[in-house]
Nanobody, 123 residues
Framework: VQLQASGGGLVQAGGSLRLSCAAS????????MGWFRQAPGKEREFVGA????????YYADSVEGRFTISRDKAENTLYLQMNGLKSEDAGSYLC?????????????????WGQGTQVTVSS
């Protein structure tokens, strides 16, 4: 299974970016896909997740109301719309997929990871 994240870049504070994560290969059944971010010297941080079947979404408090997760089941693609970006949102954004029936905000719940796409926010 391969997850390919894209869409990162440099944006001014208050601006927007849309990240994508395309899933390919393998036949595992995704139950949940999520986004994490990691800044240099910091632990990987949960951003949000979506249940693949129903589309129910879950967000970290720090991004609630500013970020929106969605998915296109036909295209096997996960999205992260980020609005109102702040300097503290900067980091490498990684997408992940879980085949488990239980999930949570910890990276250990996820089975597959994509490479990161870098988000830089200028003030």
């Amino acid at each position: 299974v391969q997850l390919q994240a894209s869409g990162g870049g440099l944006v001014q504070a208050g601006g927007s970016l849309r990240l994508s994560c395309a899933a390919s290969g393998g036949t595992f059944t995704k139950t949940v896909m999520g986004w994490f971010r990691q800044a240099p010297g910091k632990e990987r941080e949960f951003v949000g997740a979506i249940t693949w079947s129903s589309g129910a979404t879950y967000y970290a408090d720090s991004v609630e109301g500013r970020f929106t997760i969605s998915r296109d089941k036909a295209e096997n693609t996960l999205y992260l719309q980020m609005n109102g970006l702040k300097s503290e949102d900067a980091g490498s954004y990684l997408c992940a997929a879980s085949a488990s029936q239980t999930f949570g905000p910890h990276p250990s719940y996820y089975d597959y990871w994509g490479q990161g796409t870098q988000v830089t926010v200028s003030s």
